[in-house]
């Protein structure tokens, strides 16, 4: 009998506090604007063209006449060819033996003399491109190898324009972009 006394007791106390609890509330409007998607990526730019400046002859690098980072401009190279000179030679007045000893001498001469005047030229360090010069990578006094298998890397050259830019994204933001 206690039990039903107190319940019942409890129930317009309940319904006092549950009508003072509630509170107003203002409604608005939604705001109508434009909502532009963006998202960032970490990427990286990257030269169309390189090139690795190699020595082409062995010996002591005398000079470095470039600045890191500076402007380079290609070098356009012409090759110069040696025509061998036909010699007639009067009959009966040397031998045809000594004659192509003597001839034979000459164009191993003139030999010797075209790689010396090559050796000479790749003493000059020249590139194929336009671009942006890195650091040198061989100081003044050094002992560069020009051998064709194992030459040194003196520098390098990379194109400045034009230039490309690559980055990474993910499948679901390609599949939303191309929606």
Avoid at 28 to 48: L, N
Avoid at 136 to 149: K, P
Wanted: proline share 3%; glycine share 4%; aromatic share 6%.
């Amino acid at each position: 009998m206690l039990l039903t006394l107190i319940s019942s007791c409890s129930k317009p106390t309940e319904e006092k506090v549950a009508k003072s609890q509630t509170l107003s509330v203002e409604v608005a409007a939604p705001i109508k604007s434009v909502i532009t998607q963006w998202d960032e990526y970490t990427g990286r730019f990257t030269a169309t063209q390189q090139v690795d400046i190699r020595a082409r002859v062995s010996g002591y690098l005398d000079k470095v006449n470039f600045k890191d980072g500076q402007l380079v401009e290609q070098v356009y190279a012409y090759e110069k060819r040696v025509e061998p000179r036909q010699r007639t030679t009067q009959k009966n007045s040397v031998p045809q033996k000594e004659v192509d000893r003597r001839q034979n001498e000459h164009d191993v001469a003139l030999a010797n003399l075209a790689i010396a005047k090559l050796d000479l030229e790749f003493t000059e360090v020249k590139t194929s491109i336009d671009g942006v010069v890195s650091r040198d990578l061989i100081n003044d006094g050094n002992l560069i190898n020009g051998s064709a298998n194992n030459a040194t890397l003196l520098t390098n050259v990379i194109s400045i324009d034009p230039i490309h830019f690559y980055f990474t994204a993910g499948e679901r933001d390609l599949l939303r972009y191309i929606r």
